[in-house]
């Protein structure tokens, strides 16, 4: 299993890598950051080293962890997020809880606690990728395959301006999350998120032609995105121009 640790003090960042790797020696530490920023960089630059999970802290310069969150469950769904905070403040918890994650611990760190949280956690992985990996002939067939795939496509056309959680679209379909990532990307040779961002990109782009009197801020939370300012720069790399661009020449 493969961690990554996101907090701004160091003898905390520090001191979980050496409670986690006398824990368990087998767990492959891939770093401890300072800000989601350094983590995000981490995570662009090696994508083929993905964590399975990512312990991080909330309040930290530059990037805090909840924007960490909301980028990571954007980007990288299938990635679990334990948050270690000394803030007790449920509006915390349930902001994160909102983005799926699993854990909220206080500081100081409960050795017993995370243990049994990331004790879990493999578990979990393990059971579904075992579940992912069942013998070929139970797989369903082609036929089935592409109803799954159209299926996935209509929940995400439908409901793209919510908060995506890949356990929550794989409950509603009813199979493994593991298994319809790997479908779908076979199938349409691009990943779930991706499938998702390119749909809030056209929803986007439909909203500004559509109705040119609606401001950048509403258009970003109608399709999905809290931050107006990483829709923006998302909608730039997409679509090659800003959305105040696009509206003056498509509005």
């Not at 679209?169 to 990532?181: C, H, K, W």
């Amino acid at each position: 299993m493969r961690i990554m640790i996101v907090d701004d003090e160091q003898f905390i960042r520090l001191g979980l890598e050496k409670i986690i790797t006398k824990m368990d020696p087998t767990i492959e530490m891939l770093g401890a950051f300072g800000n989601g920023q350094e983590a995000l960089a981490f995570l662009t630059k090696h994508d083929d080293r993905r964590p399975d999970v990512i312990i991080t802290d909330i309040k930290m310069p530059m990037m805090d962890g909840l924007k960490l969150i909301e980028i990571v469950r954007e980007k990288y769904g299938d990635v679990s997020i334990v948050v270690l905070s000394g803030f007790s403040d449920f509006e915390y918890a349930r902001t994160a809880l909102r983005y799926g994650v699993r854990e909220y611990l206080l500081k100081p760190v409960d050795k017993s606690a995370l243990f049994d949280t990331l004790n879990r956690l493999r578990q979990e992985r393990g059971q579904a990728q075992a579940a992912a990996e069942e013998p070929e002939e139970t797989a369903p067939g082609a036929e089935h395959e592409h109803y799954i795939i159209d299926e996935i496509k209509a929940i995400l056309d439908r409901e793209f301006d919510k908060n995506f959680e890949l356990e929550r679209l794989a409950d509603t379909i009813g199979m493994n999350a593991s298994y319809i990532s790997r479908l779908f990307k076979a199938k349409t040779s691009m990943t779930i998120t991706d499938y998702l961002i390119q749909t809030r990109i056209d929803k986007a782009k439909q909203f500004l032609t559509d109705h040119p009197h609606l401001k950048n801020y509403e258009i970003s939370h109608l399709v999905g995105y809290n931050d107006p300012v990483y829709f923006n720069k998302l909608f730039k790399k997409i679509v090659g121009v800003t959305p105040k661009d696009y509206k003056e020449k498509h509005g």
